[in-house]
C-alpha cells in the first residue's frame, strides 16, 4: 500500500533518506545496547557549535562522563545512562512534569533538553536531594509527614518543581505554590494532598 | 438535629491503628526516588521492542514485507500475531470453564479494528534501529469499512466495526448454566427509529442486551406529576495512568519473569500465564511457570487490573531472542492500548410525584463498545440508577455496539459512573420542576438501611445491600457545605452567574472470598504477605492493620511483603473495583482469628487449661485471670517446635492454591497463620458518596470556575483517613475531569482520532481543581463485615462530575448542554442560541 | 512505510555560542538546517518523526541572544530570552504590563522557564491534523484535512482562512503588536527590523510558514518602544485547562485614555487565524470616543465583521466579540466577588 492511501504519514522533502542512509552506514555498534549507541556524523564536526560525543554533566554534585547521541535527551541520559530511574517519563512532550528535574535551581522538563544543552549546569534528580546520610529534604519531609501523593509515579517531578519554586518564592499561600507547581500533572488526581504536603514541605524547609 | 441522629447510629469500637494515619511502608521508597516501577529495571543484555501500529482503523493485514528491517544490523527478531499464543480458557475459583473469546484480543493481529492497534513487534539491540526497522517495513493492508460512532453504525445500511457485524449479543443463561459466550451479529435501526435524531433524542430501536424490568413502568409514568424524557451523552475517557503499560520480561530455568504495571500482583500471574497458553494439566493456567513484579504501578483506574495483554509481547520476544526485553509504551501508544471508559448514550423516561419521588425510570442506553469484549458499563449503569434512587418501578435496555475505537475497560465506577450521569440531570431539572429543593429531591429518593437493587433474581426476588447511610450524607453535607446559606445567594451579577449542585452516587464496595496469610516469628514480629498491587491506595498496607489491631502487635512490629509472586504471596482481590478494603479487611480479619487460634491452643498446651481461657494482647498470649502467658515470640517458637498445623507444614483445606504454595514455602519459620475469609455476609457491599459543589460561570466566555467542592462519604468504618481522603477527593476530581473537559476526539470519515495526548484529551491540572475542597466521612461500620469496612474509589466518580454539572444547570438552566464535559465553547455557543448548540448526539466530537 | 513514532531521527547537532556562528550555520546548511530555541515546539516534530533536518542548530549557548535591555524609552529583548525571564522582569512588569501579563499565561512554569519569546511568536501551528502528520497543504499537499464535512475544527479560525483554517496559538505575539514591537531579524546579508504585525504572514502569503522568516533567517530581538509604556492594558486568555494549553481566543489592548475617552488604542487577538489579527478597523472606530458599554459593544460587534465559522467553532465569534469589547470597558465582576 502506498504511503499517499493514508492520511497521515512521513512528508517527504526533507533530508532524511540521507540521514537514514548515515544510520545504517554507521550501524549499532554495540551489545550494550541503548547504552552506547554512536550518533551519526555526517556534517561539518569542526564547525563552530560542534559537538562532542562524550561530554561531562555535573549531576547531583558529581562530576559524569557519558557518551550521548546528539539527539538525545536528558531524560534518557539520567534513567539509562546514569542509572538515576527517580526522574520518570510520564509523556515525553513536555506535557506532565514527571521528568521533571533542576537546571541550575531552575525546574525543567528533562524529557524536553537535549543532554548536550545541559553541559556545565549543575543538575539536580530526586536522587539528590537527600543528604548523603541519608536525612529527607524538607519537601520529601513534607510528603511523608502528610502522606502526599498515590502511585507517586508523579511524585520526583513535584518534589522538583516545588524545590525550584521554593527557592524564589519561599513562604507561598497555597494558591501561588499551586501556580508554582502547575507544571505537574496527578494523575490519581490527589491535587489537594499533594499541595497540603508540599506546603507542609515549604514550612519545614523555612525552618531548616 | 445532625447530632442527635449521630447518636442513633451504630458506632465501632475505639481502635489503636484502625482509622489513624501512619507512614506506609513504601514512601521512603517514593520520596527518594528510589521506588522502581517497571521502566525502572534493568537486565544484563536487555534489548528493546517497538511497535508497528495500525494506520487504519479496520483492515486486514494481507502481507508484511520484513525483509529490508531484518537484514539490518542489529534488529534481533520480528514478532507477528503467528507468534502468539491462542488464549487459553479462563476457570473460575469453582472450576467452571469461561470459554477465551474468539474475537478476543491477542496482543498483536492481521485484523486490526482500530487505529494504533499493534500488528508487529521489532526487537532489537536498541530504540533507535527498532524504530528505523519498522519504517522499513512494507505492510499490504486492505482497508474494510469502519465505524467510530455507535449510532452511524446502527444507521440503515451503516458500517459495521467487524467483519462479523456491529453489535455484540449477549444470550441469557439457562438456569444453573454458565451463560454461554457472546456473539457479534449486524443489527441496524430504520429511518424511523433515527426520526428524533436531529432534535437530539437518542433514537431508540431494537435493544438487543438481556432487557429486565420490575414494578409497573408504565402505571409509574401514567401517575406521575411530572414525567421528563431526557437523552444525555457521557464522554468515552482514556484512564491514562501517568505510568504507561511498559513491560520488561526475561525467562530463568524455564519460568518467565516480568516486570509489569499491575493493580494485583497475585492474579497477573494467571492472567500472563493464560494469555502465554501455559496451562497445567488440568487446563489451569500454570502459576508455577510465571514470576510477576511489581512493586510500584503508576496508577490503573481499572485499566490494569491484571496487567495488560501487551505485557506477553516482551515475553514472548525474549523466549525467541534468549536475552531479556524492555517494551516502553509511550504515551500515544498508551492512548490507543491503554484502555478507555466507553460512553454510553442515554435516554430516560422518569415519572416524579409532585413532591419529588420517583415514581418510575424508563432506561435505554447506547455503549459504544468499541472493538473487543462485551462490557458490563450498559448493564452496570441501570443496577446503580436502581439503587441510588430507588424507582419503585424500571425498565431497563441496552445495546451493545462495537466501534473501531481503542478497546475499553472497567474504569473507576464503570458503569455506575455513566448511571449516575445519565440520572443526575434528570434529577436536578425534575427539582427545578416541581419546586424541590435539590438535596431534598435526592434525600427522599435515597436508598436506606438494606435498600434492593437491580433486577428480580432467578427466585423473583431483587438482592438488596448491606447498608446505606445516603440521607445520613445529605445532612452532614447540608451542614458542612451551608447549603441553606449558599442557595439564598443571588444567581447572577455582572458577567458571571453563580450555582449550586449537589449529586448522590453509589458503587459496589467490596467483594469476599479472599486469603490472608501471615507468619509470627520467634522475632517477635508480623510479618505479613501481601498480593494486592501497589498503585498507591495504600490498601496493599491499609488492610493488614486489621491483623496487627487484633493481635495487639504495634505496627512497628509488622513488616509487609508484597510486589513478587517470588515472595510467597497468598491469593488476594485486586486493588481496584472498591473491593480491597472490604475483601481484605476481612481476609486480614480471618488470618488473625486463625492466629489467635493457634496462639491460644499453644498457651493452652504449654501453661494449661483450655485455648478458650487465653486471650492475645500487647504482643502477648495470657491467660484471662491474669498472670501466665507467653509473649508472641515465645509462642512463635513454640509453633515450630510443634509443627504441623502451627508452623504451616498442615494447612487448611479451602485456601486457593497460591495461597498453599506461598504457605508451604513459609512453613517451619514460626507461627504461620492463614486463612480465607469464609464469613457470612447478608446482602451485597456498596459504598455511597454525596458532592457538594459551587460554580461560577463567566457569562461572556463561557468559562467557569469551581468555586468550591465538598464530598461526603458513607463507606463504613475509616481505616486510614489520610489515604481515604485521598481516595475520596482524587476520584471526585476524576469525575470532575469528566464535567469540565475530558474526552476523544475522532474524525468520522477517516476513522482516525484526533486527540492522542494530554495535552488533546485534557486531563485536569491542579489549576482546574476545585479552589477549595473538602471531604468527610460518617465512620459508620457496615454491619455485614467484621470491621465495618467498604472500599471507596470507585463512588466518588460520579459525585464530583454531577455536582458540578448540576450546579451549571443550577446556574444557567435547562436549555445549555445534553453531554459532558461541559466546555465554555459549548456554554457560550448555547447562552448565543439561547438553545442546545452543540450537536447532541455525536461521538466523540 | 510504516509509520511510528517517539524515538527522535538522529541529527548532527551544533550549538553555537555567538550570533555570528549561529547565522553562519544556518547560511551553510539552507534547508537542512532547523533553528532551535527553547526546543518545546522542535521536539514534538522530531519525536513525531515528521520533520526530519539534517542539522539541529541549538541557539541555546548563544549568550548575545539573551537578555533586556533599555532601548530609547523602551526596551530590547533578545529572541531566546525565557518567558520566565520576562515575567519576571521588573521593567516590563511596570511599563509593558501587557506582555508580563501574556508571558505569564504560557502553557506551564517549566515550559516558561524553557521555553523563549522567540520560540513563543515563531512557533508553528498546532492544528491537529498538521500536527499529526496529515498531509495537508501546510504540510505541502493539496487538502485542508481540517475544513471537511467531517472534520473537528472546534479550534480554528474564523477570519482570514485560506485554504488552510489552522490558527495561531501565540500568546505573546497580539501582545506584541498592541505594544508596537518591532522584530530584529538577521541573516547572512546583515539585519532588518519589521514591525511585529507584519512578522505574521497568513495562508494567502504562504501557506506553509507561519512567519516572514525563510532559511538563513534568524530573530535575534524584539524591541518595544517607549509608545504604549504605562498605557492602560488588557489582556485575557481563553483556554481549557488554565495550564498547558493554547489560547482558543486571546486578545491584547493598550490604550491611553483622556478624560473618559479612547484617545489612542491598539487591539490585537490571536487563535482566530493562521497569523495574529491587529484590528485597526476597531481601532480607528473607537479612537476619539468615550470608553463606556456602547463605545465596547460597537468594538465587539465591529471585531466579528466577516467572520465564518467552520462546524464546531462557532463560538469562537461571540467569544471574540464578548473579549474585544471587555478589552475597553473591562470585566463586570459580580458583586460576590468582593
Redesign the interface.
Known sequence: MADNDFPEGTPKGWSRRDVIKGVIAAGAVSSAGYLFRSSVVRADVSAPGSVERLITLNVNGQQRRVDVMKQETLATTLRYKLGLTGTKLGCDRSECGACTVLIDDVPHYSCSMLTHTARGKKIVTIEGLASAEGKLHPVQQGVVEEQGFQCAFCMSGFIMATVGFLKVNPNPTRTELAHGISGNLCRCQDYDKILTAMMRGAELSRRA | MAAKIDNQLPKHPPYKLIGK?Y??PD??A????????A??Y?AD????A????S??PHGHVRNIDASEALK???VKAILTVDDMPKPADAMTDLGQRIPANPLGERGLTNDPVYQGEPILAVC??????A??A????????E?LPHAVDPLVSLRPGGPNARVEGNVWMRPTAAPGQPAPPPKVAEVKWTDADFAEYKDGKLPMGKATDPEWSYGDVEAGLKNAALVLDETFVTPNTSH?????RTAMAYWQNGKVYVHCSTQSTAQTAPAIARWLGLVDDKGQPDISKVVVISE??????GSKITSSIAAIIPCILSKKVGAPVMMRI????EHFIGRARPSLHGRLKVGFTKEGRITAVDMFVVMDNGPYDPQGDANQSGRMLSLMYQPPAMRWRGITVLTNTPPRLSQSQPGGFQGIALMEPILAKASRKLGVDQVAIHRVNAPVGKAPIGPPGPNGKRLYVTSAYVQEALDRGIEQFQWEKRKA??K?????A?GIGVATSCFVGGSIGFDGLCVIKPDGKVYIQSGIGN????SVSDCHRVTAEMLGVPWEKCEITWGSTAKNLPWSCPSGGSQTTHAHTRAAYAVALDAKDKLTQIAAKDLGGKPEDYEVANERVFHKGGGRGMTLAQAAKRAVELGGIYDGHELPKGINKMTVASAQALAGQGLVAVARDTMPRDGQTHSYVAGFAEV?V?L????YRILDFLAVADVGTIIHP??L???V???S??G??HAI?QKW??????G?P???????N????????P?K?EWAALDIPDPETPIGARGIGEPPVGAGCMAIVNALSDALGDEIFRRAPV????I??S??AGKP?TEGLTA?? | MAIVRDIMPAFELFQPATTDDAVGLLAKYGRDAWVMGGGLDTFDWLKDRIKRPSVVVDLSQVNDLTGIRPMGGGLEIGALTTLTEIVRNPVVKEKFGLLHQAAELVASPQIRNQGTIGGNVSQDARCWYYRGGWKCYRAGGNICFADTPSAINREHAILDADRCVAVNPSDTAPALIALEAQMVIRNRKGERVVEAEDYFIGPATDITRMTILKPGDLLTAIRIPDKWAGATFYFEKVRDRQVWDFPLVNVASAAVYSGGNIERIRIAVNGVAAHPVRLKAVEDAVRGKPRNAATADMAGQLAIQGAEPLRYNGYKVPLLRNLVKRSIRGVEEATWAS
Not at chain 2, 45 to 48: K, S
Not at chain 2, 240 to 244: H, K, R, V
Open positions: 494515619n507512614t506506609t514512601l521512603i517514593k520520596v527518594t526516588g528510589r521506588a522502581k516501577y521502566e525502572d534493568r543484555g536487555m534489548l528493546f517497538k511497535l508497528l501500529l494506520p487504519v539490518m544490523p542489529g532489537a539491540v536498541d530504540e533507535l534501529t524504530v528505523e519498522i519504517e522499513k517495513i512494507k505492510l499490504d493492508i482497508r491514562q495512568t501517568l505510568e504507561t510500584y504501578t503508576g496508577g490503573g483506574f509511550s504515551r500515544e501508544e445567594m443571588p447572577k451579577s455582572g458577567s458571571k453563580r498503585l498507591g491506595t495504600a461560577e463567566d461572556e466566555t463561557g468559562k489520610r489515604a481522603g485521598g481516595q477527593l482524587g476520584r476530581m476524576l470532575i475531569g473537559g476526539v475522532y474524525d468520522q470519515h477517516y482516525l484526533l486527540a492522542k495526548r494530554f495535552h488533546h485534557k486531563p485536569p491540572t491542579i489549576l482546574d481543581a479552589e475542597m466546555t465554555a465553547d459549548v457560550l455557543a447562552l448565543e448548540a466523540h466530537i
